[in-house]
């Protein structure tokens, strides 16, 4: 079965850091180009960030350029976005997705809750 599950989400203060996980199972992984994607109250998704199957070229979004990082572990099957310095407009449900973009993007997970509140 084809499954990617977010975890890591929760509660965090402005200017805090969390670190979202995605493992992925019943694919070949290390040859997929993966992302991450958020949806915001009442907004549409966005594209945060890409990541090319070797994890050699990556990309980000604007709005988290400079605080967040992406990265993978072919080994272990797993997507990791590292957030810092957050903000209040990070909330989002955020997930991960199978492709390097929306327009590539073939498989989505259930997400993870973010809040950022103080």
């Known amino acids: 079965q084809v499954r990617l599950v977010e975890s890591g989400g929760g509660l965090a203060q402005p200017g805090g850091s969390l670190r979202l996980s995605c493992a992925a199972s019943?694919?070949?992984?290390?040859?997929?180009?993966m992302s991450w994607a958020r949806q915001a109250p009442g907004k549409g998704l966005e594209w945060v960030s890409g990541?090319?199957?070797?994890?050699?070229?990556?990309y980000y979004a604007d709005s988290v350029k400079g605080r967040f990082t992406i990265s993978r572990d072919n080994v272990n099957n797993t997507l990791y976005l590292q957030m810092d310095n957050l903000t209040p407009e990070d909330t989002a449900l955020y997930y991960c997705?199978?492709?390097?973009?929306?327009?590539?993007?073939?498989?989505r997970g259930q997400g993870t809750q973010v809040t950022v509140s103080s």
């Open positions: 990541i090319r199957y070797d994890g050699r070229d990556t």
């Open positions: 997705a199978r492709g390097y973009s929306r327009a590539t993007a073939t498989l």
């Open positions: 019943g694919f070949t992984f290390s040859t997929n180009a």
